[in-house]
């Protein structure tokens, strides 16, 4: 008799699908199973029992070497104390790096292919096209990468556990079937940034293959330059020769019933359908695991079995793939299913066809548990999601909650609350005490925001002052709540620092997450329209988002200013406006200065004043880029007429608090200086009393730095702001702009009057240029001339005109 020796069981099946035309002897693994006759099947080598079809055979020896692979594997566990418990998980986590590297060559090579693509036009299907004709590509990129931590049963999966340094070497570890697999894994790597799911096949030590279903978890970390990722595995070999063993089976009902009793042990869950999805059975796994034990049969696979992820939340698409291929499809994404109970469960899971005289029969679903991978997944990703400073999770983690709360809230209805919380005096400690208080405020107000929600809520520092909430399954009565509970630790707390005592208030947005909400970023919206309204409510106070509010209206219409605004800089629909500081008193000379304004043009052609978008930029932090654009609009017109302003005299620019808050403004301007070559002794800035102040260590710094370039400096709004006088001997200031508030009523108000007339004697004996705003009138102009004004600016003097590139003789700026 012919013998024939496998060392797996997988060997065995390639001889099974083959056929034998004459009897044979089998053994796996050194173990004689039996012998094989053509018409007989196999016959255990004890001749006890029935014969067994080869298939029956074949699932038996699946079982009895899943056992034997289930019990090395434990063992393999017992034994891994002496390594760090950050890998002591089971399915066990392997630690890459380098990816950073390989993904950098991958890019160069894509480009170097085509010089036409750009790295935005990048896709996973012309990388699959790629790397398929140019397998070399896949070597030297996956050369690149490095294994630094693997764990014992890794080594036991590939048979290295008395040789670790083979599992170092990526090329050798993977099987010669896993081009296609590897191909699509690194195309998948390249262009996305997040968990990847996939398949591949690994090459044992000692010859044999092991199906993995894996993970790739990027390790987004600032300071990470290695490009470390996480992958986490789970052995799914006996799943797939399963699958393949369930599709060729005959479809007579009498086989059917043998097969089912023999897959009743396998672990991995199995469902049978009819053709038009209507369940017949489920395996013992599938009844354990989704809570079924009786009626089931008859109803829709959805009501039985219906997992859910962010590619696709319907079965029904995998069975319409299936029946049109004739061929397996599988979901290899960790999907959630919802079982009888209630409980979740995560689960990858193919659908097969079984088909018949007239085509199709049935389908058999087949899912493998993969919540333990699911739950070790989510503790790793969620090490590498927290805020640095709070220990808190970062947006980019929030960002996901609030997708996976949108979701459950349309698959099953939920309401979930996201509350926004923003610190409304933040900017005054950081600024007054320095960034080292700032940081530690921040980790005070975290802690004090953690003890007032549920362990398992989710709390982020969405960046600078701001923190945000995620309430599961809760309404408006309950987030309200808790929302006040916030409000008012906020409000008792002291913050001490340096032996001063800081009071804090907060503004608290609540956005309901229901299924009327479909995207990310309209929820954050939302909450961010909400916090703005309650701070110009007043602060201190909390609102609930509902777009019927006039309050909120007015959000939605800050924000479409927003886009007008992004728009118009990007397309050159600013213009700038001069308008005339004209000097009436001795000391300011003969020089006309002139003010810079901002306009936008609207699409027919006329004018939008500042005031209906800059309000829109300062709020959503726009204003550093405004600035930049009139910076270097502003230095480019007056280098273009350096030859014509004889009789011009300085250029004011009104430069924003966040602009001065900009590290990299202030190399801006330099780099402007630099490149048009005008001298600093042209330009006046002009800061707003209550930004300087608000910004006061930034705000000298940039005065001193640009004082050296002979810049001056005017303070706009002065005696509108809570500091006045008290701040003023701070600040080196060449001109103080008495607020037009006051100017516009002096002429018929005492009180504004003796204000205009006090701030010019203040600024005179601290050896300040003053400057009256909103001139309207004569009478106002003699008033301003008789307690000694030095410049004035207005509408009675000159209205902005449109900024062109010439200059007439006289000192009016066309």
């Given at each position: 008799?012919?013998?024939?020796?496998?060392?797996?069981?997988?060997?065995?099946?390639?001889?099974?699908?083959a056929?034998?035309?004459?009897?044979?002897?089998?053994?796996?693994?050194?173990?004689?199973?039996?012998?094989?006759?053509?018409?007989?099947?196999i016959?255990?080598?004890n001749?006890?029992?029935?014969?067994?079809?080869?298939?029956?055979?074949?699932?038996?020896?699946?079982?009895?070497?899943?056992?034997?692979?289930?019990?090395?594997t434990?063992?393999?566990?017992?034994?891994?104390?002496?390594?760090?418990?950050?890998?002591?998980?089971?399915?066990?986590?392997?630690r890459?790096?380098?990816?950073?590297?390989?993904?950098?060559?991958?890019?160069?090579?894509?480009?170097?292919?085509?010089?036409?693509?750009?790295?935005?036009?990048?896709?996973?299907?012309?990388?699959e096209?790629?790397?398929n004709?140019?397998?070399?590509?896949?070597?030297?990129?996956?050369?690149?990468?490095?294994?630094?931590d693997?764990?014992p049963a890794?080594?036991?999966?590939?048979d290295?556990?008395h040789?670790?340094?083979?599992?170092?070497?990526?090329?050798?570890?993977?099987?010669s079937?896993?081009?296609?697999?590897?191909?699509?894994?690194l195309?998948?790597?390249?262009?996305?940034?997040?968990?990847?799911?996939?398949q591949l096949?690994?090459?044992?030590?000692?010859?044999?293959?092991?199906?993995?279903?894996?993970?790739?978890?990027?390790i987004?970390?600032?300071?990470?330059?290695?490009?470390?990722v996480?992958?986490?595995y789970?052995?799914?070999?006996?799943?797939?020769?399963?699958?393949?063993?369930?599709?060729?089976?005959?479809?007579?009902?009498?086989t059917?019933?043998?097969?089912s009793?023999?897959?009743?042990?396998?672990?991995?869950?199995?469902i049978?359908?009819?053709?038009?999805?209507?369940v017949?059975?489920l395996?013992d796994?599938a009844?354990?695991?989704?809570?079924?034990?009786?009626?089931?049969?008859?109803?829709?696979?959805q009501?039985?079995?219906?997992?859910?992820?962010?590619?696709?939340?319907?079965?029904?698409?995998?069975y319409?793939?299936?029946?049109?291929?004739?061929?397996?499809?599988?979901?290899?994404?960790?999907?959630?299913?919802?079982?009888?109970?209630?409980?979740?469960?995560?689960?990858?899971?193919?659908?097969?066809?079984?088909?018949?005289?007239?085509?199709?029969?049935?389908?058999?679903?087949?899912?493998?548990?993969?919540?333990?991978?699911?739950?070790?997944?989510?503790?790793?990703?969620?090490?590498t999601?927290?805020?640095?400073?709070?220990?808190?999770y970062?947006?980019?983690?929030?960002?996901?909650?609030?997708?996976?709360?949108?979701?459950?809230?349309?698959?099953?209805?939920?309401t979930?609350?996201?509350?926004?919380?923003?610190?409304?005096?933040?900017?005054v400690?950081?600024e007054s005490?320095?960034?080292h208080?700032?940081?530690?405020?921040?980790?005070?107000?975290?802690?004090?925001i953690?003890?007032?929600?549920?362990?398992?809520?989710?709390v982020?520092?969405?960046?600078?002052?701001?923190?945000?909430?995620?309430?599961?399954?809760?309404?408006?009565?309950?987030?309200?709540?808790?929302?006040?509970?916030?409000l008012?630790?906020?409000?008792?707390?002291?913050?001490?620092?340096?032996?001063?005592?800081?009071?804090?208030?907060?503004?608290?947005?609540?956005?309901?997450?229901?299924?009327?909400?479909?995207h990310?970023?309209?929820?954050?919206?939302?909450?961010?329209?909400?916090?703005?309204?309650?701070?110009?409510?007043?602060?201190?106070?909390?609102?609930l988002?509902?777009?019927?509010?006039?309050?909120?209206?007015?959000?939605?219409?800050?924000?479409?200013?927003?886009?007008?605004?992004?728009?118009?800089?990007?397309?050159?629909?600013m213009?700038l406006?001069?308008?005339?500081?004209?000097?009436?008193?001795f000391?300011?000379?003969?020089?006309?200065?002139?003010?810079?304004?901002?306009?936008?043009?609207?699409?027919?052609?006329?004018?939008?004043?500042?005031?209906?978008?800059?309000?829109?930029?300062?709020?959503?932090?726009?204003?550093?880029?405004?600035?930049?654009?009139?910076i270097?609009?502003?230095?480019?017109?007056?280098?273009?007429?350096?030859?014509?302003?004889?009789?011009?005299?300085?250029?004011?620019?009104?430069?924003?608090?966040?602009?001065?808050?900009?590290?990299?403004?202030f190399?801006?301007?330099?780099?402007?200086?630099?490149?048009?070559?005008?001298?600093?002794d042209?330009?006046?800035?002009?800061?707003?009393?209550?930004?300087?102040?608000?910004n006061?260590?930034?705000?000298?710094?940039?005065?001193?730095?640009?004082?050296?370039?002979?810049?001056?400096?005017?303070?706009?709004?002065?005696?509108?702001?809570?500091s006045?006088?008290?701040?003023?001997?701070?600040?080196?200031?060449?001109?103080?702009?008495?607020?037009?508030?006051?100017?516009?009523?002096?002429?018929?108000?005492?009180?504004?009057?003796?204000?205009?007339?006090?701030?010019?004697?203040?600024?005179?004996?601290?050896?300040?240029?003053?400057i009256?705003?909103?001139?309207?009138?004569?009478e106002?102009?003699?008033?301003?001339?008789?307690?000694g004004?030095?410049?004035?600016?207005?509408?009675?003097?000159?209205?902005?005109?449109?900024?062109?590139?010439?200059?007439?003789?006289?000192?009016?700026?066309?």
């Open positions: 008799m012919v013998e024939i020796r496998v060392n797996r069981w997988g060997e065995l099946e390639d001889v099974l699908r056929g034998v035309v004459e009897p044979v002897r089998i053994t796996v693994g050194g173990v004689c199973v039996g012998d094989l006759y053509p018409e007989r099947g016959v255990p080598s001749n006890e029992g029935l014969s067994k079809s080869p298939l029956e055979a074949a699932v038996e020896l699946l079982i009895k070497e899943n056992q034997q692979h289930q019990a090395t434990d063992a393999a566990f017992s034994s891994e104390e002496k390594f760090s418990h950050f890998f002591n998980y089971s399915p066990t986590p392997t890459i790096e380098d990816w950073s590297n390989a993904k950098a060559f991958l890019k160069a090579e894509l480009r170097r292919n085509d010089s036409s693509l750009t790295l935005s036009q990048i896709s996973v299907h012309a990388c096209v790629f790397l004709e140019n397998p070399q590509i896949v070597s030297q990129c996956l050369s690149y990468v490095d294994v630094v693997f764990n890794f080594l036991t999966l590939i290295a556990s040789e670790p340094t083979y599992a170092t070497r990526i090329g050798e570890l993977l099987a079937s896993a081009m296609t697999d590897v191909v699509r894994l195309s998948d790597i390249l262009v996305s940034n997040d968990v990847i799911s996939g096949r690994l090459r044992r030590l000692d010859g044999g293959e092991r199906s993995v279903q894996l993970q790739y978890l990027p987004q970390n600032a300071s990470d330059e290695h490009g470390r996480i992958v986490t789970l052995d799914i070999t006996e799943h797939k020769r399963l699958k393949e063993l369930i599709v060729k089976q005959e479809s007579n009902t009498e059917l019933g043998r097969v009793y023999a897959l009743s042990s396998i672990k991995e869950g199995v049978t359908t009819d053709c038009l999805g209507y017949r059975s395996n796994a009844k354990r695991l989704l809570s079924w034990d009786d009626n089931y049969e008859g109803r829709r696979i009501e039985v079995f219906s997992p859910f992820n962010t590619s696709f939340d319907n079965i029904q698409l995998l319409d793939a299936c029946a049109i291929s004739k061929t397996a499809v599988e979901c290899d994404s960790h999907s959630l299913v919802e079982t009888k109970n209630g409980n979740e469960l995560w689960v990858t899971y193919s659908v097969s066809p079984i088909s018949g005289d007239d085509g199709v029969s049935e389908f058999v679903v087949m899912f493998h548990d993969v919540s333990e991978s699911q739950s070790l997944l989510e503790r790793l990703r969620l090490q999601c927290k805020d640095a400073l709070t220990n808190l970062n947006r980019q983690e929030f960002e996901k909650q609030i997708k996976i709360s949108l979701d459950s809230a349309k698959r099953k209805g939920h979930h609350a996201f509350l926004l919380v923003d610190l409304d005096q933040f900017k400690i950081n005490c320095g960034h208080a700032g940081d530690e405020l921040l980790r005070q107000i975290a802690k004090l953690e003890a007032k929600v549920r362990a398992y809520d989710i982020a520092r969405m960046g600078g002052d701001e923190f945000a909430i995620m309430l599961k399954n809760f309404g408006s009565d309950g987030a309200m709540s808790i929302a006040n509970s916030i008012d630790s906020i409000r008792a707390f002291r913050f001490v620092w340096d032996g001063k005592i800081f009071t804090l208030t907060s503004s608290i947005g609540i956005v309901l997450l229901a299924d009327n909400i479909k990310v970023q309209t929820a954050l919206s939302y909450a961010d329209f909400a916090v703005h309204a309650a701070k110009d409510a007043g602060k201190n106070r909390i609102q988002y509902d777009k019927n509010q006039k309050n909120l209206a007015y959000q939605h219409e800050q924000l479409e200013w927003v886009t007008k605004i992004n728009y118009a800089l990007e397309h050159d629909l213009v406006c001069s308008q005339p500081i004209s000097p009436i008193s000391a300011a000379g003969t020089d006309v200065h002139f003010e810079l304004l901002i306009r936008m043009l609207a699409k027919d052609g006329s004018l939008i004043a500042p005031g209906e978008f800059l309000p829109a930029a300062e709020r959503y932090n726009l204003m550093p880029k405004v600035d930049r654009w009139v270097k609009r502003a230095f480019t017109w007056l280098a273009a007429n350096a030859g014509k302003r004889t009789k011009v005299g300085l250029c004011s620019i009104n430069l924003s608090g966040d602009s001065l808050s900009d590290e990299t403004f190399q801006y301007v330099e780099e402007q200086f630099k490149t048009t070559g005008i001298p600093g042209r330009i006046c800035f002009e800061i707003t009393e209550s930004m300087a102040i608000y006061l260590s930034q705000t000298l710094r940039f005065i001193h730095k640009f004082k050296a370039y002979g810049c001056k400096f005017a303070l706009d709004d002065f005696g509108s702001g809570f006045s006088y008290g701040y003023l001997k701070s600040l080196p200031v060449d001109f103080l702009k008495i607020d037009g508030g006051f100017v516009k009523q002096m002429v018929s108000d005492p009180i504004d009057f003796a204000m205009v007339k006090s701030i010019n004697e203040v600024g005179h004996v601290m050896n300040t240029m003053t009256a705003e909103f001139v309207e009138d004569e106002t102009l003699s008033k301003l001339k008789e307690i004004v030095d410049f004035v600016q207005g509408y009675g003097i000159g209205k902005p005109e449109l900024l062109s590139f010439d200059c007439s003789a006289e000192g009016k700026i066309a």
